[in-house]
């Protein structure tokens, strides 16, 4: 297959055959561990430098554009790629098998820990993964800050967002949007910032397709606006499907989790660990979805499936609809919440790429937007640290109390609740991926049997 072969492809059609890419697309779905580093580290290997179908610069042109948007980057970068290579089809293909394993797996995995997650073997084991997803977060907060903090006025912004978050109770949304602003308003005095973070190496393997034969389509008003008003119509008839079934039967969990991760779909800049914060916030606190220590076990089983990493939001529906399920049988309930909420956090992002695709040269050039851009990144750094904040606070210690005072809302530990357990495999955990440099799902491993192991020399004791 040359790029000669692919010239004479009319606009829109396909520029490898949809057979070929969909099982490409299939054995990148299988292999997509280790958060969107790692997806992304997956499709240039299988695209760029195996397949040959996509060259470095235009792959990491259409990264570029997936940065921009709310929601998980590596899917969309499927998405995106999926939709230059066969079109709204192929589009469809790459976004839908890139979360379904995912989808599956964590499914299974919510129904065990439904039903077994009491038993003494199992507590042991979120007991021992609950710890090394503070190390993963932790990590998460190192190497965001490393790439994105690149100037003092930044590393204020990061600041300020975790002090928002974790002192004052301020809104996700709210600290997102204000970085927006800050990042474009500090740009006018510093030029720097207006420049974009600097790009990978563009060098890579020829690809067999040329820039020239990959679809594309022309920006009309007609285009957009029919795939802005379908996106909606499917993004949203679900959630109205069961807000009109709540007037005959109980169903109010379905309309609270589709209209709130719809919301959260919107966003999600900065990826999964960013919003997490958000999530955990709202599903502990206001809707009494999970217990404080749940969302991180939910975390820990979504770092063990491949698929994006914001998949953990399945496990809350999971969860909160089976404790709420109203009129239906929990298992019943649950199962729906979890498709429900599946739908509503991803089709956005199907939405987002295939409207603004056929603009991606226009955004890429704005440095306005890129300077935004750059403020919310640097305030996702505070975000993801108040996460692992959050997350030690309910894996290390059993209580904690919450200290009111004026504006003031911060959560602190009772020290002596403190898990000496938890803390050992903690410091476990962060030395074994700082200092010898093992990959997350390793880590969970290990960890895993830690915990295990401290559960049966306490039988045997």
Request: aromatic residues 10%; hydrophobic residues 55%.
């Amino acid at each position: 297959m040359t790029a000669r072969d692919h010239d004479s492809h009319p606009v829109g059609g396909d520029v490898i055959p949809l057979r070929e890419a969909t099982r490409a697309w299939f054995q990148i779905s299988l292999q997509t561990f280790g958060g969107p580093a790692g997806q992304i580290a997956v499709m240039q290997h299988k695209l760029v430098d195996e397949k040959r179908w996509i060259g470095q610069r235009r792959f990491l042109h259409a990264l570029n554009f997936c940065m921009l948007l709310p929601g998980p980057e590596a899917q969309q970068l499927a998405i995106y790629t999926g939709w230059l290579l066969n079109g709204v089809r192929g589009g469809l293909i790459a976004g839908g098998l890139f979360v379904l394993p995912g989808m599956l797996a964590l499914l299974a995995l919510s129904g065990i820990y439904v039903g077994y997650g009491e038993t003494g073997l199992v507590t042991a084991l979120f007991a021992g993964l609950a710890p090394a997803v503070i190390a993963i977060v932790v990590q998460a907060v190192h190497r965001v800050g490393r790439r994105a903090l690149h100037h003092p006025a930044l590393v204020a912004l990061a600041v300020a967002s975790f002090l928002a978050l974790t002192c004052f109770a301020v809104p996700f949304p709210a600290v997102v949007l204000a970085a927006g602003l800050l990042g474009w308003l500090l740009s006018l005095r510093l030029p720097a910032l207006r420049e974009p973070p600097a790009a990978a190496a563009t060098d890579g393997p020829e690809p067999l397709i040329s820039d020239d034969a990959l679809h594309h389509e022309l920006p009309t008003v007609r285009r957009s606006g029919t795939v802005l008003l379908l996106g909606l119509v499917l993004w949203f008839a679900p959630v109205a499907a069961f807000a009109l079934l709540a007037g005959r039967t109980d169903t109010s969990v379905f309309v609270d989790q589709g209209l709130f991760f719809s919301g959260a779909a919107a966003v999600t800049f900065g990826g999964a660990y960013a919003v997490l914060s958000y999530v955990a916030q709202q599903a502990v606190g206001v809707y009494h979805w999970l217990a404080p220590g749940e969302m991180v076990r939910g975390l820990a089983l979504a770092e063990t499936t491949p698929g994006p990493l914001i998949m953990v939001v399945q496990f809350v529906a999971f969860v909160g609809a089976y404790r709420h399920p109203g009129s239906l049988d929990p298992w019943v309930a649950a199962v729906l919440a979890s498709l429900l909420v599946t739908w509503v956090t991803f089709v956005p992002c199907f939405l987002f790429v295939l409207l603004g695709a056929p603009y991606v040269e226009r955004l890429r050039d704005n440095r306005g937007l890129g300077a935004a851009l750059t403020g919310i990144t640097a305030a996702v750094v505070g975000v993801i640290a108040n996460l692992a904040l959050f997350f030690a606070l309910h894996t290390l210690f059993d209580d904690n109390r919450t200290i009111v005072a004026g504006w003031l809302h911060l959560d602190v530990p009772v020290l002596g609740s403190a898990d000496p357990v938890a803390f050992g495999i903690t410091a476990v955990a962060l030395v074994v991926m700082f200092r010898l440099g093992w990959s997350p799902l390793r880590t969970l491993g290990l960890c895993a049997a830690l915990g295990v192991g401290v559960f049966l020399i306490g039988l045997a004791g």
